[in-house]
């Protein structure tokens, strides 16, 4: 029970740390009016979630659908890096 706690804090953990990334694109966006688009992004992230969650439940352990459920957080921390880039907002 502790591992599978462990587990489960750690995932917790890595879903806030992305969440912290996305707040200030997020904001951003909101300022800036593109909600509509935010809203098709939270969409697609969340499509791609119950996807990820419904196949991977029928190919691995049930250990391993809490790990599954940040797909979601990944996906759409990933299409607001890439919507940032393409508009020149966020650069290296």
Known sequence: VLAVSSACLRMLTASLVLQAMRMSMISTMLKEKRTVLYGLFITLGGVFNIAVCIL???????SNIPLLTLSGDVFLSVILVIYFIANKRIRF
């Open 56 to 62: 991977g439940a029928r190919q691995l352990p049930a």
